[in-house]
């Protein structure tokens, strides 16, 4: 039996994608806006929904609330894809309810693994649902013909340091959806200035499990990722994280040898320290522990498993000189540099070539 998927996005391109990439093993439903996604929603019974943000009428978040609060839906898998990627609103739709937030633009086969992956690790229950997906076609594209003009947009959420002045005599804003985004997004900064964030540097070369391990981690920890065994070496030095995890086998340098380069410095040498590896036999994991790992979890893994884990150890915040702000914005300037750096290397190498290069002639 195929699950059942219901894309809610008003852009037509993006609900074809979906059918296209899904529609081998699953069922896809698509609507273009959220009022005709909660219009169906009980004749459709799905196994995920699939929301944009900006959407006509009502904002995917409101419809994500919505459907928390509906007694039979309340436990079914939402995920968001949308091109609002700020981190305000991200928190803000983990903390309506969100199982996964991803953004656009984003390769459609990485969008059908994280759904994959999902579904091996958590499958819904089966039951007979109401109406065939043959059935649910035609309903759906008869309920959901009525579309509203205008877009919601939710209100850029707004900086810590910005200053906010409060008006006597400004009109109250009309979006009772922009208003409930606001208070979401200031309760959150609220929780945030209670409670410090844990910064983690997670270095393994296997890009498709940092890019798991940055959605799963980003509600509740600060992470930088690094694919290579120096430069991750590079920035625990510089970034100063309150938990490293670490893969064996890495390029230039292995997880073992920035195990032991970390224990050599004092200022670094008491930092809590997790081992992922697919190289998991006897000696290895000895070896592991024998250089201060406090816990060695052989691949494939469940990154919730991994998060559970991490909140037992019960990790303290370490004081630091950089914020994370700080730090993604230095990271940004490098990146921009090294950039820079290898397009000129391409334009002189290519001048040599060319300067190089002799026809002869008889």
């Given at each position: 039996?195929?699950?059942?998927?219901?894309?809610?996005?008003?852009?037509?391109?993006?609900?074809?994608?979906?059918?296209?990439?899904?529609?081998?093993?699953?069922?896809?439903?698509?609507?273009?806006?959220?009022?005709?996604?909660?219009?169906?929603?009980?004749?459709?019974?799905?196994?995920?929904?699939?929301?944009?943000?900006?959407?006509?009428?009502?904002?995917?978040?409101?419809v994500c609330e919505r459907i928390r609060n509906n007694e039979k839906f309340k436990n079914t898998p939402i995920f968001f894809l949308t091109v609002k990627g700020s981190l305000d609103?991200?928190?803000?739709?983990?903390?309506?309810?969100?199982?996964?937030?991803?953004?656009?633009?984003?390769?459609?086969?990485r969008i059908k693994k994280n759904i994959d992956v999902y579904f091996e690790k958590n499958q819904p229950p089966s039951r007979v649902k109401k109406y065939s997906f043959d059935e649910l076609k035609g309903l759906i594209s008869t309920k959901s013909k009525k579309e509203p003009v205008k877009k919601i947009e939710p209100q850029r959420p707004v900086e810590k340091s910005e200053k906010i002045e409060k008006k006597k005599d400004v009109e109250p804003v009309k979006s009772q959806s922009t208003v409930e985004e606001k208070r979401v997004i200031e309760k959150e900064e609220e929780v945030e200035?209670?409670?410090?964030?844990?910064?983690?540097?997670?270095?393994d070369d296997d890009e498709d499990l940092?890019?798991?391990?940055?959605?799963?981690m980003l509600e509740k920890y600060d992470l930088l990722t690094e694919t290579d065994g120096i430069e991750g070496l590079n920035k625990i030095i510089k970034y100063e994280p309150d938990l490293i995890i670490l893969d064996i086998m890495l390029p230039k340098m292995s997880g073992l040898q920035i195990c032991e380069s970390i224990k050599n410095e004092t200022y670094l040498k008491d930092i809590p320290l997790i081992f992922i590896s697919a190289k998991s036999d006897k000696k290895v994991i000895e070896k592991a522990r024998m250089l201060g790992a406090l816990d060695f979890i052989p691949k494939p893994f469940d990154p919730l498993e991994l998060l559970r884990k991490i909140g037992r150890?019960?990790?303290?915040?370490?004081?630091?000189?950089?914020?994370?702000?700080?730090?993604?914005?230095?990271?940004?300037?490098?990146e921009n540099k090294r950039a820079a750096k290898n397009k000129k290397r391409e334009v002189t190498y290519q001048r040599k070539k060319e300067a190089s290069h002799i026809d002869f002639i008889d």
């Amino acid at each position: 039996m195929k699950y059942r998927i219901l894309v809610v996005d008003d852009d037509e391109d993006i609900l074809d994608m979906m059918r296209v990439i899904l529609k081998d093993e699953y069922e896809v439903l698509g609507v273009k806006n959220g009022e005709s996604a909660l219009e169906v929603l009980g004749d459709c019974e799905p196994d995920l929904f699939i929301l944009d943000v900006i959407m006509p009428d009502i904002s995917g978040f409101e419809v994500c609330e919505r459907i928390r609060n509906n007694e039979k839906f309340k436990n079914t898998p939402i995920f968001f894809l949308t091109v609002k990627g700020s981190l305000d609103f991200i928190k803000a739709g983990y903390k309506k309810g969100a199982n996964l937030y991803l953004t656009k633009p984003m390769d459609p086969h990485r969008i059908k693994k994280n759904i994959d992956v999902y579904f091996e690790k958590n499958q819904p229950p089966s039951r007979v649902k109401k109406y065939s997906f043959d059935e649910l076609k035609g309903l759906i594209s008869t309920k959901s013909k009525k579309e509203p003009v205008k877009k919601i947009e939710p209100q850029r959420p707004v900086e810590k340091s910005e200053k906010i002045e409060k008006k006597k005599d400004v009109e109250p804003v009309k979006s009772q959806s922009t208003v409930e985004e606001k208070r979401v997004i200031e309760k959150e900064e609220e929780v945030e200035r209670e409670e410090e964030r844990l910064r983690v540097i997670l270095v393994d070369d296997d890009e498709d499990l940092l890019e798991i391990m940055e959605t799963a981690m980003l509600e509740k920890y600060d992470l930088l990722t690094e694919t290579d065994g120096i430069e991750g070496l590079n920035k625990i030095i510089k970034y100063e994280p309150d938990l490293i995890i670490l893969d064996i086998m890495l390029p230039k340098m292995s997880g073992l040898q920035i195990c032991e380069s970390i224990k050599n410095e004092t200022y670094l040498k008491d930092i809590p320290l997790i081992f992922i590896s697919a190289k998991s036999d006897k000696k290895v994991i000895e070896k592991a522990r024998m250089l201060g790992a406090l816990d060695f979890i052989p691949k494939p893994f469940d990154p919730l498993e991994l998060l559970r884990k991490i909140g037992r150890m019960k990790i303290m915040a370490r004081s630091k000189e950089m914020t994370f702000g700080e730090i993604l914005k230095k990271e940004a300037l490098l990146e921009n540099k090294r950039a820079a750096k290898n397009k000129k290397r391409e334009v002189t190498y290519q001048r040599k070539k060319e300067a190089s290069h002799i026809d002869f002639i008889d």
